[in-house]
C-alpha cells in the first residue's frame, strides 16, 4: 500500500494562487502515476491532473487547463498542484491519488490521500 499526504490548502482571494503537495510512502515503486482529484460540497469527484511518473506525461482537466500545473519530485516522491488565477468555482476538496496510470486517471486508483480544503473567496 502507498500512504499520501497532502498539504498546502487554505483560503486565498479569486486570483490567487496556492501550491498543494502529497507525499508518498510505503510501496511506492507499485504507483505508476500520481494525480488530484476535487469534490465540491454536493458534487461528485472530479479528476484535476494527472503525471505518468516515470515519463513526466500530464494530463489536465480542461478547466483548468492553463491555469493548474503538476509536477513531481522523483526523489521526494512528492507531486505538486501548483493553481494560479483561481477561481470560487475551485473550491473544493483536493484529493491526491496514486497508482496505474489508467487507474489514476479514471479515478479507481488503489490509495487516496486523505484531502486538503481549498477555498476560493469572490
Known amino acids: 500500500q502507498v500512504q499520501l499526504v497532502e498539504s498546502g490548502g487554505g483560503l486565498v482571494q479569486a486570483g490567487g494562487s496556492l501550491r498543494l503537495s502529497c507525499a508518498a510512502s510505503?510501496?511506492?515503486?507499485?504507483?505508476?502515476?500520481m494525480g488530484w482529484f476535487r469534490q465540491a460540497p454536493g458534487k461528485e469527484r472530479s479528476f484535476v491532473a494527472a503525471?505518468?511518473?516515470?515519463?513526466?506525461?500530464?494530463y489536465y482537466a480542461i478547466s483548468v487547463k492553463g491555469r493548474f500545473t503538476i509536477s513531481r519530485d522523483s526523489v521526494k516522491n512528492t507531486v505538486y498542484l501548483q493553481m494560479n488565477s483561481l477561481k470560487p468555482e475551485d473550491t473544493a476538496v483536493y484529493y491526491c491519488?496514486?497508482?496505474?496510470?489508467?487507474?489514476?486517471?479514471?479515478?479507481?486508483?488503489?490509495?487516496w490521500g486523505q484531502g486538503t480544503q481549498v477555498t476560493v473567496s469572490s
Open positions: 510505503g510501496r511506492t515503486f507499485s504507483s505508476y502515476a
Open positions: 503525471i505518468n511518473w516515470t515519463s513526466g506525461t500530464t
Open positions: 491519488a496514486a497508482g496505474s496510470f489508467a487507474a489514476v486517471l479514471s479515478g479507481t486508483s488503489p490509495s
